[in-house]
């Protein structure tokens, strides 16, 4: 089960950190992804860290140097730290798990069809 906290009404420019907690399997042995989807447009892909053995952490480009995705064994959770955000940001967001054994790599991270299991989402509404 993934479940996703840290969402909220924020101002442009301001920060927020997303969390996404596991319960029921290890975070870091598959990949993990960032999702969000605004109101009338489809799921995109927001950022992906791979495990722990594979490697690899990917952003799109929208969000690419404002957002940072981490991971934090201990506590089997992975953040998604947003700086400078924007009104185009708002979005409902979601984490995703790919299963066990599963793997994505640069061109297929952001396919939610990759992905078997989903969090139930947070909202980031941003605006002055």
């Known amino acids: 089960q993934l479940v996703e906290s840290g969402g909220g009404f924020v101002q442009p420019g301001e920060s927020l950190k997303l969390s996404c907690a596991a319960s029921?399997?290890?975070?870091?042995?598959?990949?993990i992804g960032w999702f969000r989807q605004a109101p009338g447009k489809e799921r995109e892909g927001v950022s992906c860290?791979?495990?722990?053995?594979?490697?690899?952490?990917w952003y799109a480009d929208s969000v690419e140097v404002r957002f940072t995705i981490s991971r934090d064994r201990a506590k089997n959770t992975v953040y998604l730290q947003m700086n400078s955000l924007k009104p185009e940001d708002t979005a409902v967001y979601y984490c995703?798990?790919?299963?066990?054994?599963?793997?994505?790599?640069?061109?297929?991270?952001?396919?939610?069809?990759?992905?078997?299991?989903w969090g139930q989402g947070t909202q980031v509404p941003v605006a002055s």
């Open positions: 995703a798990y790919t299963g066990v054994g599963g793997t994505v790599v640069e061109d297929t991270w952001t396919d939610v069809d990759e992905y078997d299991d």
């Open positions: 860290i791979a495990s722990s053995v594979d490697g690899g952490i």
């Open positions: 029921g399997f290890t975070l870091d042995h598959s990949p």
